[in-house]
């Protein structure tokens, strides 16, 4: 049984740092794509960064600069480095792998940590 789970979250002033972590169970992790996801109220889930098996990453253009994902595969632990946060950066925060099948890609999420920027 695949499970995910994140850490880390939690309330933050402005121009703060927080490190959530991703520890992961039933996968063989070094084969999947890791990602962070987040969604704010009233908005969809939107991806934030990624990191493939050979540990090349991507990231929205909103975080670039600012934020770092990286992972650990003796570990089974995918990290996501915040800093600068912003209050725009509010919200729950998930932790995504990702396997190809077959051309299909095949997903399983954690369950959120959530991520408050505020004053």
């Known amino acids: 049984q695949v499970q995910l789970v994140e850490s880390g979250g939690g309330l933050v002033q402005p121009g703060g740092s927080l490190r959530l972590s991703c520890s992961a169970s039933g996968i063989m992790f070094g084969i999947y794509t890791m990602a962070w996801y987040r969604q704010a109220p009233g908005n969809q889930r939107e991806l934030v960064a990624t990191?493939?098996?050979?540990?090349?990453?991507n990231y929205a253009d909103s975080v670039k600069g600012r934020f770092t994902i990286s992972r650990d595969n003796a570990k089974n632990t995918v990290y996501l480095q915040m800093n600068s946060l912003k209050p725009v950066d509010t919200g729950v925060y998930y932790c995504?792998?990702?396997?190809?099948?077959?051309?299909?890609?095949?997903?399983?999420w954690g369950q959120g940590t959530q991520v408050t920027v505020s004053s």
């Open positions: 995504n792998a990702r396997r190809t099948v077959l051309g299909r890609p095949r997903d399983n």
């Open positions: 990191i493939g098996t050979g540990g090349s990453t």
